[in-house]
């Protein structure tokens, strides 16, 4: 998996370097480990699909960081049958546009919440529209 980090991935795991609120070393790296776990869900990956010569259904191997890097990596182990690369949508996001996610980019800062949630028209634009949620602003 051949990732470049992003500002916001960088922050958070910082967040958690910097804390005082672990008492030893196991107990941050468990927080890192769910926080970067936390964070790759929140990108796209891709699987590389096999399917055999015979054509039975093949194996398949996840996640890649990109198309490139799976086709590549098809071609230095040298699976044989024929195989392609599909995209897998981030599983982070389906729930963050559902249940909102606050501090991340591309959601409302004011209130987590995706911005299609939050009103285009009238007196109410800008105001998210969710019935539990109070925010009169979008803020990017
Ligand atoms: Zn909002
Ligand atoms: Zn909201």
Redesign the pocket.
């Known amino acids: 998996m051949r990732i470049t980090p992003r500002k916001e991935e960088v922050s958070r795991v910082v967040a958690i370097l910097e804390s005082d609120g672990f008492t030893d070393a196991d107990q941050m790296a468990k927080a890192l480990i769910k926080e970067v776990a936390d964070i790759l869900a929140m990108r796209d990956w891709y699987a590389l699909v096999h399917t055999w010569n015979s054509g039975e259904r093949g194996l398949n191997w996840a996640p890649f960081a990109s198309e490139s890097e799976a086709l590549r990596t098809a071609a230095r182990v040298g699976i044989g049958g024929r195989y392609g690369v599909v995209k897998l949508y981030s599983p982070g996001a389906l729930v963050a546009n559902h249940e909102g996610k606050k501090g991340w980019p591309g959601y409302?800062?004011?209130?987590?919440?995706p911005p299609f949630?939050?009103s285009m028209a009238g007196n109410a634009r800008g105001?998210?529209l969710l019935g539990t949620?109070d925010?009169?602003?979008?803020?990017k």
């Open positions: 409302c800062q004011t209130c987590g919440h949630t939050h105001k998210c949620c925010c009169t602003r979008l803020v």
